[in-house]
């Protein structure tokens, strides 16, 4: 094969046991191949790429910014170091005869060098997530991309087997075999830095993601009825739509309504607004533990400032059983619910669809 070994960097310290200090772009070699030089230069913040010539005999390493090292026999073709791109670079493959490689980003764009020729890219196609792999063989001409969610977009003569089930796990690196592909899934993970005004925004893209990777594979839905009310005699105490943010005292976008209960039995419970499937449980900067349901059909629910969960990821629940108990957890000046409805990847009103069985 001609990719020996592709590695992020972050995957290096994982190899072996124990593990051995080492640089950031530093290169191990096995069985009968050779070392050829490391990355001097390599930034630990970097993710990095490496791929094999052809007959073995030399080895390109990228990063995610576009710069590409030669060694051993690999010809230098070029890169993107002079170049600011938006996207990062996420993968790099040899052409057959090894005298010229893609670099794809991670909108799918494709940047070809030496004799490598463009056969077509990913932005247009459809494809709900970021790219996360470009594979090439020695026999073909053409490429494969990879999608986090493992979707697989075959360009000139290449026909590798894709995937078409859904997960919330996304693809984070590929490899190919014969018609064939592996796809290794990894943990997506929520922002961790400090409370800001941007924390909202940073958690809403972080479910985002996790329901394109989810639901790509669902068909949209044409029937957004039959939700109940997950506050027992709801009160509404901020509405969806632009506000002035309580807490940051600027306007942003609220993606949900808010709730309280007018209930002097209240007891507290956070009920499913329709049955579903738990695709996630979060402890989130701005949103706090968070419960996010899958309904099918790109239908899902987000439940969040929640004091505790009581649901797992993969559990199946009913329309109305209790999945945590109302909290102030994560950006939130007391308790409530913030309760959100996404339909096809984009927040709805939630007032304006749970109707008839939304009490205030
Ligand atoms: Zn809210």
Redesign the pocket.
């Given at each position: 094969m001609a990719r020996v070994a592709l590695l992020t960097a972050c995957y290096v310290g994982v190899l072996g046991a124990p593990a051995a200090a080492s640089n950031p772009g530093t290169v191990e070699n096995t069985g009968q191949l050779l070392h050829f030089g490391d990355l001097s230069s390599g930034s630990p913040t970097d993710e990095m790429f490496i791929v094999s010539t052809p007959n073995g005999t030399g080895y390109w390493i990228a990063t995610q910014k576009g710069v590409v090292s030669v060694f051993g026999d690999a010809g230098s073709y070029g890169d993107l170091s002079e170049i600011t791109l938006n996207k990062p670079i996420v993968g790099m493959g040899s052409t057959p005869t090894g005298l010229g490689y893609w670099l794809v980003a991670s909108d799918g764009g494709i940047f070809t060098f030496g004799d490598a020729q463009f056969f077509g890219s990913g932005p247009g196609k459809n494809v709900s997530s970021d790219f996360v792999e470009i594979l090439t063989s020695p026999r073909i001409s053409g490429y494969a991309l990879v999608a986090a969610t493992g979707e697989v977009l075959n360009f000139g003569d290449m026909k590798l087997a894709g995937v078409d089930s859904c997960s919330v796990n996304p693809v984070g690196s590929a490899s190919s075999f014969g018609g064939g592909v592996f796809l290794l899934r990894v943990n997506s993970q929520p922002d961790t830095g400090t409370i800001t005004a941007q924390s909202g925004p940073l958690d809403s893209q972080f479910i985002d993601d996790l329901l394109d990777h989810a639901q790509h594979c669902e068909a949209d839905s044409s029937d957004v009825s039959g939700f109940l009310s997950p506050v027992k005699e709801a009160r509404i105490t901020?509405s969806f739509g632009l506000r002035n943010h309580p807490i940051w005292k600027q306007p942003l976008m609220?993606?949900?309504?808010?709730y309280v209960s007018s209930s002097k039995t209240y007891d507290g419970a956070i009920n499913a607004a329709k049955s579903g499937t738990v695709l996630g449980v979060f402890d989130l900067v701005a949103y706090g533990r968070t419960v996010v349901l899958g309904h099918g059909s790109k239908l899902a629910t987000v439940y969040?400032?929640l004091k505790h969960s009581q649901v797992n990821v993969g559990q199946t629940v009913q329309i109305g059983q209790m999945i945590g108990q109302m909290g102030s957890t994560g950006a939130?000046t007391g308790p409530?619910?913030?309760?959100?409805i996404r339909v096809s990847g984009l927040v709805r009103n939630p007032e304006s669809l749970l109707g008839e069985s939304h009490s205030h």
């Open positions: 901020s609220h993606g949900g309504t808010d969040a400032h939130s409530h619910l913030h309760f959100e």
